[in-house]
């Protein structure tokens, strides 16, 4: 069992910053790849980012250059710094943790936090 709790969302005016972070507990390892993923209305969900155990990264080129992953495996925790945000940001960010054991895989998602961005 794996739970996932994000925070850090806001209210920021284009152009400003956000750190999201995600807290992760149970059985999830360093060697799990974990990600960021947004949902805006009448859009569907999209992988903003990702991270896996060796430090690779992915990004959605809508955000390449302005949204940097990290993660702190001491403290089981994902982090997505956002700079220079954009009106089109706003979405709700979800944390993602991709297990694979036994053959199978699970898909873990948080809560969800709200990023609004004002023009």
């Known amino acids: 069992q794996v739970q996932l709790v994000e925070s850090g969302g806001g209210l920021v005016q284009a152009g400003g910053s956000l750190r999201l972070s995600c807290a992760a507990s149970?059985?999830?390892?360093?060697?799990?790849?974990m990600g960021w993923y947004r949902q805006a209305p009448g859009k569907q969900r999209e992988l903003v980012a990702g991270?896996?155990?060796?430090?690779?990264?992915n990004y959605a080129d809508s955000v390449k250059g302005r949204f940097t992953i990290s993660r702190d495996n001491a403290k089981n925790t994902v982090y997505l710094q956002m700079n220079s945000l954009k009106p089109e940001d706003t979405a709700v960010y979800y944390c993602?943790?991709?297990?694979?054991?036994?053959?199978?895989?699970?898909?873990?998602w948080g809560q969800g936090t709200q990023v609004t961005v004002s023009s």
């Open positions: 149970g059985s999830i390892f360093s060697f799990d790849p």
């Open positions: 993602n943790a991709r297990l694979t054991r036994f053959a199978s895989t699970f898909d873990y």
């Open positions: 991270i896996g155990s060796g430090g690779g990264t």
